[in-house]
C-alpha cells in the first residue's frame, strides 16, 4: 500500500524507500518487486479517478520518478495498479493503456497489475512498447494461454491441494512469472510451498488496504530460505526441461527437477508436505562420473549417494514436516567460489529447524491521536456552537470497510471502550462530559476568514483548497478565492492536519468520533439524526455523474437536525473525527457520507449515512490525503 508508514513519512513529507527496504530484508531477506497501490479502497470518495489519484502522490511525477528510481538502486522492480472497474469516477482523458504507457514512463515504472483483470488486451503491451518503455503485464486473475506472448506476469489465487498443483502457464512458457497470493492467510506454508516447488513468486502482502497481515515469523523464516535459493540459482527455474513431479523415494515429499539450460547441472525443489519430519533416501538419480558432485542446498552440505544399482544411486537428506529441500548435481568444475559462498550462507541460515519460529498469528494494536483539549468554556465560544450537555451514550458503530471480514485488524480500535485491537464492530458505553459543537460544517468564508488572519500555510499545497482559484505548486500556496455562490457551501480539500489548524486557530477542536455520534443521535438509538426513517429532503439529492457539481450550502437541508439542533451531519460531505495509528498505517474516522454515488464497481468508498456506520479513510499525505467531498466541524469543551 503506498499508505504504508514505512514507505512514506508523513512528519517529513517524503517517501522513506530505504526504511521500508530494510525492514522487509531484516524480517524475511527482501523483495525483488513491489506494488505501489494508491487507489482502493478509498477511490470513489469523490471524483478523482484512479491515474488522478496515483499523480496526486506527494511530489506529483517528480516525486514518483525519485522514489522508483530509489528502488531500483536496490534492484527492487516497481509495479503500479491499473483498475479496468473505474468507469463511475472523473472521464479518463485518453484510453486507459495510453495512459498507463505516457504515465509510466514519465516515472520509469516497470510493470502494471491488472486488477481484476484475467487478461490484457494486446494494446496494452503495444502502447508502452511503442513508447520505447515496454512494461510488464501482470493480470490479476492468472492470464490466460492466448496471451503468453506478451503478458509475461500473473498473480495466482490457487485452490491448494495436498499433491501440489502445477503452474500451467509456466509449463507452457518456462519465463513466465506467476506470483502467488493468499493474501488474507495467517499460515502461507500452502502458499509459500506452492510457489517454490513450482519455481515461482511468493506475493508477501502484509499491509491489505490499511489492515496489517504480517507473516509469522516461521513463514518469514521460510521465506528467507526459498526465496534465497530461487534467486541464485535462478537460471535453473526457467529451464525448458522442467520436470514438475519428478519421481521421490518418501510419502508426502514432492519435487521438481530443474535441468540447466546451459550444462549438465540439475537442481531439484522440494517439498514436505506431510506433518512429520523424513530423514533417509529422498531420491533416486542417474549416477554421475567421478567428476560429478551433490549438494544439499537447503543445509549447504555435501551429499555421498549412495546404493549404486542400474546406474542409479541414492541421496539422503532431512526435510522437516512442512518444510523444504534442495539438491543440486553439477560437474566439480562448476563449483566456484560463489556457489561455496552460497552453500556456507544456506548452512548458517538453516542451522535452526522452521519449527524453531513461532507459527502464532502476529497483530499490530492501534492509537489514537489525541484530538486535544480546550479551555473550559461557560458559554458558547461563538454564535455557531451548540451546547451538548454530558451523558451516558451507548456508542454503537461498525466500520462499511468491502473486504476484511470481521478478522482482527479491521477498522480501529477504541481504547475508551477497553478494545486491545481492531475490529470492525464496537459497542459500548462513554461517559461525555458536556461540550460545545459547531452547528454547521466550516464554510469556505470562515476558512477563508482564517486564512487571511492566521496566514497559515500547509507543507504541502498540492490539492489545497482545490475549488478554490487555485495556482498552487507542492511548495508554494496561492489559493486565490472561492468560486462565487460557494460562500455557505462547506470547505473541502483540507486534509486532516488542515482543518486541526483551522480549530486551533478558532481555540477549539475537532470532535472525537463519539461526541460526533452523539450530537448527531441523541440517546434513543436513533438510525439517521432526524429518526430512524429515511426521509429524502434531509439530504442533498445523490449525484451519481462524473464531474462533481459542489457540496450543497449548510443550511439547505433543516430536516436534516440532529436532537440537538446540530445540522448538516449526513450525506452532504464526509468529516473529520479521529485518527488512528499502528506501526505501519494510519487511518481517519470519516462520519456522514456525502452526496457523491459514483456507479458501475461495487470497489468504490462506500457510503455510511446510518449513524452507526462510518467510513476508515487511508491516509498518506496531505497531497493524496485532501478531497472534495470531505470536510469538518469544530468542538470546544464546556466548563
Known amino acids: 500500500m503506498a499508505h504504508d508508514r514505512f514507505f512514506f513519512d508523513y512528519t517529513t513529507n517524503q517517501y522513506t524507500v530505504s526504511k521500508y527496504l530494510e525492514d522487509v530484508n531484516t524480517r524475511y531477506g527482501g523483495i525483488d518487486s513491489i506494488l505501489i497501490w494508491p487507489t482502493y479502497p478509498n477511490i470513489g470518495v469523490d471524483s478523482r479517478n484512479q491515474f488522478d489519484l496515483l499523480l496526486d502522490m506527494p511530489g506529483g511525477v517528480q516525486g514518483l520518478a525519485n522514489m522508483i528510481a530509489e528502488f531500483h538502486k536496490n534492484n527492487v522492480r516497481v509495479l503500479l495498479p491499473y483498475n479496468p472497474w473505474d468507469n463511475g469516477t472523473r472521464p479518463l482523458q485518453d484510453e486507459p493503456y495510453n495512459m498507463i504507457g505516457n504515465i509510466w514512463k514519465s516515472i520509469n515504472a516497470d510493470g502494471v497489475n491488472g486488477d481484476t483483470m484475467l487478461d490484457f488486451g494486446k494494446q496494452y503491451f503495444d502502447a508502452s512498447n511503442n513508447l520505447g518503455h515496454p512494461i510488464a503485464l501482470e493480470p490479476e486473475l492468472g492470464g490466460t494461454a492466448a496471451t503468453l506472448a506478451y503478458t509475461k506476469m500473473n498473480w495466482g489465487y490457487w485452490t491448494y491441494q495436498q499433491i501440489p498443483v502445477v503452474d500451467a502457464m509456466k509449463w507452457l512458457e518456462p519465463r513466465h512469472m506467476t506470483n502467488i497470493c493468499d493474501r488474507w492467510a495467517r499460515d502461507h506454508t500452502d502458499d509459500m510451498q506452492h510457489a517454490f516447488f513450482n519455481g515461482c513468486g511468493f506475493e508477501s502482502w502484509e499491509n491489505v488496504w490499511g489492515i496489517w497481515n504480517q507473516m509469522n515469523l516461521r513463514d518469514a523464516e521460510a521465506v528467507r530460505r526459498f526465496a534465497s535459493i530461487q534467486r541464485f540459482f535462478h537460471e535453473f527455474l526457467i529451464s525448458k526441461k522442467w520436470e514438475p513431479h519428478t519421481p521421490v523415494l518418501q510419502a508426502n515429499i514432492y519435487a521438481s527437477r530443474w535441468p540447466d539450460n546451459k550444462s549438465n547441472a540439475v537442481l531439484y525443489t522440494i517439498v514436505n508436505r506431510g506433518a512429520t519430519n523424513t530423514t533417509g533416501p529422498q531420491l533416486s538419480v542417474p549416477q554421475g562420473d567421478q567428476n560429478t558432485v551433490y549438494f544439499d542446498v537447503y543445509h549447504g552440505v555435501p551429499l555421498t549417494p549412495g546404493n549404486p544399482s542400474n546406474n542409479m544411486v541414492t541421496l539422503s537428506f532431512d526435510i522437516e514436516a512442512n518444510g523444504y529441500g534442495s539438491v543440486l548435481i553439477v560437474e566439480k568444475s562448476q563449483v566456484d567460489d560463489k556457489l561455496i559462498a552460497f552453500l556456507k550462507?544456506?548452512?548458517?541460515?538453516?542451522?535452526?529447524?522452521?519449527?524453531?519460529?513461532?507459527?502464532?498469528?502476529?497483530?499490530?494494536?492501534?492509537?489514537?491521536?489525541?484530538?486535544?483539549?480546550?479551555?473550559?468554556?461557560?458559554?458558547?465560544?461563538?454564535?455557531?456552537?451548540?451546547q451538548i450537555p454530558s451523558a451516558s451514550f451507548q456508542f454503537v458503530v461498525a466500520g462499511i470497510e468491502i473486504e476484511g471480514g470481521n478478522q482482527v485488524g479491521v477498522d480501529f480500535q477504541y481504547s475508551v471502550l477497553g478494545e486491545t485491537l481492531p475490529q470492525r464492530s464496537h459497542n459500548g458505553t462513554i461517559k461525555i462530559d458536556s461540550f460545545y459543537m459547531d452547528k454547521y460544517p466550516v464554510t469556505n468564508t470562515q476558512y477563508a476568514s482564517f486564512l487571511a488572519k492566521a496566514g497559515y500555510v500547509p507543507k504541502d499545497c498540492h490539492n489545497f483548497l482545490r475549488d478554490w482559484s487555485t495556482n498552487s505548486t507542492q511548495s508554494t500556496c496561492n489559493v486565490g478565492t472561492y468560486p462565487s455562490g460557494w460562500a455557505n457551501k462547506p470547505v473541502t480539500w483540507v486534509s486532516q492536519d488542515d482543518a486541526r489548524a483551522f480549530c486551533q486557530w478558532s481555540k477549539k477542536r475537532l470532535p472525537n468520533e463519539w461526541e460526533w455520534q452523539y450530537a448527531a443521535q441523541g440517546t434513543d438509538g436513533r438510525r439517521y439524526p432526524w429518526g430512524s426513517t429515511w426521509v429524502n429532503a434531509a439530504v442533498p439529492t445523490p449525484f451519481q455523474g462524473r464531474e462533481l457539481p459542489g457540496p450543497s450550502d449548510v443550511t439547505a437541508h433543516p430536516l436534516g437536525a440532529s436532537p440537538f439542533g446540530i445540522m448538516d451531519l449526513v450525506g452532504n460531505v464526509w468529516q473529520w473525527t479521529n485518527e488512528y495509528q499502528d506501526a505501519h498505517t494510519r487511518a481517519a474516522v470519516v462520519r456522514g457520507g456525502c452526496y457523491y454515488l459514483p456507479q458501475g464497481s461495487m470497489w468504490y468508498f462506500p457510503q455510511a449515512y446510518a449513524l452507526v456506520e462510518h467510513g476508515k479513510y487511508l491516509l498518506m499525505g496531505d497531497s493524496l490525503d485532501r478531497s472534495a467531498n470531505i470536510g469538518f466541524r469544530c468542538a470546544a469543551d464546556s466548563a
Open 345 to 386: 550462507q544456506m548452512a548458517q541460515m538453516t542451522q535452526h529447524a522452521l519449527a524453531y519460529y513461532s507459527s502464532d498469528p502476529i497483530y499490530l494494536p492501534q492509537t489514537m491521536v489525541d484530538n486535544g483539549s480546550t479551555s473550559k468554556y461557560t458559554s458558547p465560544p461563538d454564535a455557531n456552537m451548540t
